[in-house]
């Protein structure tokens, strides 16, 4: 067999000469690269190692003209300070690599900079937890048939703020916790507990989230599902922050 270093050394290498030096079909080849779980674990770690011999680079611009697909998803944050979003990052990355995909992440405090990324088809799919998204682009979205999925975004403060205004109450200021008021939030982040009087929360899995996102974005590019609101269950953890009322 003739090496295939010297065999393609002369052009550029395609995976065609890849999957002929290792002797499996292209297709084979490209689910090794892009690390979708169909083959047998030998047979992926052949044709890897067929790759790195031949230094074949994947075509990518070529690849998106064919198919349009990038196999890349967009993860659109404000900002990533604070355990929730490495936790919630790790676990849509984890979810990219099941399915093959790519994960990219873009931190915007601008829209039109974000609607930019993912109305250019640079990516297949986008999870946004970005509070700048409005009804414009919400609209723009939707006419563009962009597989998206949000969470969270405003619609939690906005449930806040309709509590509040239905039992009568302003936003708090000079009111004493939990003697006049008690204080729940949301996420069980690390401060919740080092703050006087200590905050009852709301525990969610973050993991969880990540998961749900990513798994139901892969099914609308894959076309096998329509857009819906999933709600996850959360548990309250007590704290300083609330007591029981007579």
Do not use: W
């Not at 690269?33 to 047979?43: A, E, F, Q, S």
């Not at 900002?79 to 399915?99: M, N, T, V």
């Not at 993912?118 to 919400?138: P, S, T």
């Amino acid at each position: 067999m003739l090496n295939g270093a010297n065999k393609v050394a002369s052009r550029k290498v395609t995976i065609k000469d890849v999957a002929r030096e290792a002797g499996v079909s292209v297709s084979a080849v490209s689910n090794a690269l892009n690390g979708v779980n169909v083959l047998h674990p030998d047979t992926k770690q052949y044709i890897l190692e067929v790759v790195d011999r031949l230094h074949y680079i994947p075509n990518l611009n070529g690849k998106n003209l064919k198919t349009q697909e990038t196999k890349v998803v967009g993860l659109f944050f404000t900002s990533i300070r604070g355990p929730y979003y490495s936790i919630l990052a790790d676990s849509i990355y984890q979810g990219c690599k099941k399915y093959g995909y790519e994960l990219n992440i873009f931190i915007h405090d601008r829209a039109d900079n974000m609607m930019a990324n993912i109305l250019g088809r640079r990516i297949d799919g986008a999870i946004i937890l970005n509070d700048h998204v409005g009804e414009k682009e919400v609209k723009l979205l939707l006419e563009n048939e962009t597989p998206v999925v949000f969470i969270d975004s405003a619609e939690r403060l906005n449930g806040f703020r309709d509590v509040l205004k239905k039992a009568g109450i302003t936003l708090e200021e000079g009111i004493r916790v939990p003697e006049q008021v008690n204080v729940l939030g949301c996420d069980d982040i690390e401060s919740a507990r080092l703050v006087k009087p200590s905050v009852s929360t709301i525990r969610i899995s973050f993991e969880k989230q990540g998961t749900l996102a990513i798994n139901h974005l892969i099914r609308l590019i894959q076309g096998k599902e329509k857009g819906c609101i999933e709600i996850l269950n959360g548990r309250i953890i007590p704290r300083e922050s609330t007591c029981l009322r007579e």
